[in-house]
């Protein structure tokens, strides 16, 4: 079993549309976590860090449940723009390892 | 610009040919990284630095060499490269560990004969 796991997708969604990942992690020692974005090959950028409170940054909005070991990342109002791979993100103090999910791919189509 | 810059882009070599990418942050950063990503495995962490002179393996080490002499390098080193590690390699930097935000070099796509 992946330490991180995500829906490969792809998710092909119309503009406008609310859309939701999800994924899991199988280390409970999990210390931080995170959602990135990467377009076609580049280099992945941050697009959230992920807070045990859940935390929104206009349409997107990350939440944590520790006890289900599993992460999620919404998007409201899809853009033409948001048409990218995101990445969950774990990161173990334990080992000051990071570990990234294969990634979920979406394709916003207008 | 901060930025992390890596160094060759593109490279296509023979098998057994040793070759060394370059990684350098002129951000100040303590946390380095070397990663591969291969379609439908994600990225995988080969390397980490946590400062000068501190290394440590991440999940696929085999077949890779680094060093950090200096806070601002972490070049990767294949001493005998092998068709298996073809890949995109990314290098990142962050400031310290844990909750800081990872800034990753543009890519460097191997290609070994």
């Known amino acids: 079993r992946k330490e991180v796991e995500q829906d490969p997708g792809p998710f092909n969604v119309p503009e406008g549309a609310t859309v939701a990942f999800n994924c899991t992690y199988s280390n409970s020692a999990s210390q931080s976590f995170f959602w990135y974005r990467q377009d076609c090959r580049k280099e992945p950028k941050l697009l959230m860090s992920v807070y045990s409170s859940g935390n929104e940054d206009g349409r997107f909005t990350a939440q944590l449940n520790r006890a289900s070991q599993y992460i999620s990342l919404l998007i409201r109002d899809s853009k033409l723009s948001d048409s990218a791979t995101y990445l969950c993100?774990?990161?173990?103090?334990?080992?000051?390892?990071?570990?990234f999910g294969a990634g979920t791919r979406l394709f916003v189509k207008a | 610009e901060a930025q992390v810059t890596q160094n060759p882009r593109y490279l296509i070599t023979v098998t057994g040919k040793k070759l060394t990418v370059t990684c350098s942050q002129n951000m100040n950063h303590e946390y380095m990284s070397w990663y591969r990503q291969d379609p439908g495995l994600g990225l995988r962490q080969i390397y980490y630095s946590m400062n000068v002179e501190v290394t440590d393996k991440g999940d696929v080490p085999e077949g890779y060499k680094v060093s950090r002499k200096e806070k601002r390098n972490f070049p990767l080193i294949l001493e005998s490269p092998s068709p298996n590690q073809t890949s995109l390699y990314f290098c990142?930097?962050?400031?310290?560990?844990?909750?800081?935000?990872?800034?990753f070099g543009p890519g460097t796509r191997l290609t070994v004969l």
């Open positions: 990142a930097s962050s400031l310290g560990i844990g909750w800081d935000t990872q800034y």
């Open positions: 993100v774990v990161f173990y103090t334990g080992g000051f390892k990071t570990i």
